[in-house]
Structure formats: structure tokens, C-alpha cells
């Protein structure tokens, strides 16, 4: 009797393995056009057969249960989401859209109506989706904000986080003002340990990847928020994928970048840099943050940029406009359309590409070794009337994008007594299609 009783709790033991222990590979999804043909890198994440939501992700779970990894899925119309059965979707608050193999569907995690700040909305599970109120923002509202909670012991989770990354697949709030600030709208990070600036306008397409303690080590709320002041133009939205990435992942980003690009080519823009016509500045003011290039076997060993093809008037590189000293009564002269005459042109608003050099034979110049670049054209030759493509093979790959306070032309910020100013448009940041060549 006892024997089969053995035999019997084998049986069972060997059941539940099957059903909670099966694990599915990665996938991979490919970017589309607007987002720069970066990688949207996805991991695969436990899920359970047990009722959740993604925004109320409490312990009560059987401490017993082991996960069943899920595979990520596609649904299709591109939306990202977790491979589960069908009961098991629905019971997470989930909507079906596709299927995947063994049966089980695609599903989709999407939060919203998070602008209730008496009841803000808690995160847990991975590849979610936090969109706007779908009846948009009215004047009442003040913010919109989430809790994203990195907890290795959430069944959710079930293993140490140790990055979160943002895909903005939509995100349009109020522009910043004549000095480049946000100051009607805002969006800001809070609990990250690497430097995330405050940013506004139009972001979609862009990314960020946020820096946190192992969530095995040091459990971690990551606080994200939607700031909104007074503006004659309420258009506010946004759709924003969620993905955590395992600190045992070949895809974390490396140290301190904000922004990390997976792939050979693509597009790195500044925030809120948008191919539209207009001579008001579209540069964000305070920006300090590295972006980073992946290096990897069969990779060459050169990073090059060149500014991207515009259709407005727009223009690809615009940054601190440059000056030099005009003979004979050593007046600064401002002169727009043109590259940096000096690294010193670039103390307040530049892009530092570390040991870039122009493609092809260019002329000997004296006093060139600086790697800080700013101006109207992406040049390393100084007062050059047009762009062209710079390369570097300082690896790893990393730029580093730093702006001021903001755009005005005052003795006490951006230039000195003098400088002669003359009228010219306001900054607009960059947009460069890169090539790890």
C-alpha cells in the first residue's frame, strides 16, 4: 500500500512538472521603420494558471508553485505580448490577439486610466503596456503616473531584473518653451541609478533602458509620471511598451547608457528631434546621457554617422551655432549653417563622438584634436558650410549628448559681452543614421 502511495505522488510530481515546467526560447521582434530599426529585445518571462491582474501583482500565489515560462508572441497587428493559454489570458486581465504554439494565444497586458493619483497602477508583469486614458486628458488633470515593481520573489517575475527598458511606441505632450525647457508638460523617471533627464514633445519611436540594483538583491519601485501644466493645445497621448530585462541577459544594455542600439544601421535622434517645418527650437535643455552601440563578434570595428535626409525644413544637426573672432576688433561673431570653428564653440550644447574623423582624405588641419561637436553641420573640420559623414573606431561604440539650461543669448549663460548675435533659429538637436561598418 504504501508502495503505491510512492508510485501515486511520483505520478503527480512528474504532472506538474510537465505543466509548469515547460519552457519556450526567446524571440527576437524586429523593429518597425519609426523605431529607428533598433531590436524591440524581449525575454521570456514566468507566468502562472492562476488569477492576476498586471496592476494588482500581490502574494497570494501558492509559495509551492513553479513557474511556466512563456515565450514571447506577436499578435498581429505588431503588439507585443506573452504566449498563455487562452483561461489563463483572460484571468490576468489580458486580451487575446493571435496564437502561439501548443494551443496558447497571444496575450496582450495593457494598463490605462492611470491619472487617478489617489490610485496610482503597480506593474509586475512583464511586456506590458501603459497607454493614456483613451478619453484623453482633461484640464483637471494634473499628472498620470505608474509604479513599476521589480521583485525577484513576485511569482510574476520569478527572477532578478536588473534593467527595465521603455519603447515609446506613441508619446506626443507639449512642447518645450523658447528656452528649450519643459515646463508646461514633463515626463520623469524617478529610482533609477543612471541619469535620466526630464523630457517633452514629440518621442515616438525612441527608447530608454533605466539601471537598477538586482531585484534578488534590493526589491525596487521604479516611478514613472506624466506632468501636465496649463497649454492652449491639450493633444496629450501616449503608448509605452514595458520590457524587464533578467541580469543574466545577453541583451542588457551596458553600464550607464540611456539609450542602447542592437543593430548594424539605423537612426539615433535626440528626444523630441521630429522632421517637421519650423524655425522654433525643438532641442531639449538639459540633456545629459550616453548612447551606446553594440559591439559583437562579426561586427567591423567602425562606428559611423551621417545626418539624416530631411523632407521640411528641418534641419539634422543643429547644435550651439558656432563663432569665431572677426579681425580686426576681435568682436565673436555668430555664424550659423556651419560647423564648429573651435571645440571651445562647444561648451554649452554638443555631441561628443570620441575620436570621430571625416570619411575620406580630408586637408591637414592645425588644432583639431577635440572630439566635441556642435554648429549647424556635422563636420570635424571646422566652419564647413556642409555635413558629412563622421567615423570613429574608439570602441566600445558610445556618444555622449550634454545641453544647457537653455537657448537665449545671454551674457550670463550662452555667450559674453563679445559676442555679436545675430538672428538665428533656435536649436533643434540631431537625427543621424548610423553604420557599424
Known sequence: MLTNKILESSLLLVICFLRFGRADTAIVVEASDDESKDSIVVEDVPQYGYPTTPWLPYYFFSPMMQPQYSSVGTSPNKETGICEESGTCTRLGGRASGSCANGRVCCINIVTNTCDETDRKVI??????????????????SSCGITVKLDAKLPEQGKAVCQVRFNFVLFTIAQPDTESACITDTFDVAGASNRVPTICGDNEGQHMYLNVPSSSTSPTDLQFSFNFGTNSNPVRAWNILISMIPCDSANLAPMDCLQYFTGRTGTVKSFNWRDVTGTATRQLANQDYSICFRTAPGFAKTLCVTPCTVTSTQKPFSLSVARFVQPPDGNVVQTPDVSQFLSTNC??????????YNTGNPPIETDMTFDRFCGERLNALPGKGVSTTVCTTATPFRLLYRTNSDETLTETIDTDPNVVAVPIDGNRGFCLNFRNQ
Open 124 to 141: 509586475t508583469v512583464d511586456n506590458t503596456y501603459w497607454q493614456s486614458p483613451t478619453t484623453g486628458i482633461n484640464s483637471f488633470v
Open 347 to 356: 561648451n554649452n550644447d554638443f555631441l561628443v563622438i570620441p575620436g570621430a
